[in-house]
């Protein structure tokens, strides 16, 4: 069994280990994709996120 989502009417998460939603939609995973060190296009996506401030090292810090 794998956790997974579909998005209720406010368009918020709902949790579940179930294959369909209640209204006969297909859940998600609601786990990241697997890492693997031959990723071609790290690169690329690291540059977009740096492009566009993304990186962690350039968000705000967090308020305790």
Same mark, same amino acid.
């Given at each position: 069994?794998?956790?997974?989502?579909? !998005?209720?009417?406010? +368009?918020?998460?709902v949790y579940t280990l179930k294959k369909f939603a209640?209204? +006969?939609k297909p859940t998600h995973s609601s786990h990241p994709a697997r890492f693997s060190?031959?990723?071609k296009y790290s690169?690329?996506?690291y540059t977009l996120k740096?492009?566009? +401030? !993304? !990186?962690?090292s350039q968000?705000?810090?967090p308020k305790w």
């Amino acid at each position: 069994m794998h956790l997974m989502y579909y !998005l209720n009417d406010e +368009g918020k998460r709902v949790y579940t280990l179930k294959k369909f939603a209640p209204d +006969g939609k297909p859940t998600h995973s609601s786990h990241p994709a697997r890492f693997s060190p031959d990723d071609k296009y790290s690169r690329q996506r690291y540059t977009l996120k740096k492009r566009f +401030g !993304l !990186l962690p090292s350039q968000q705000p810090a967090p308020k305790w």
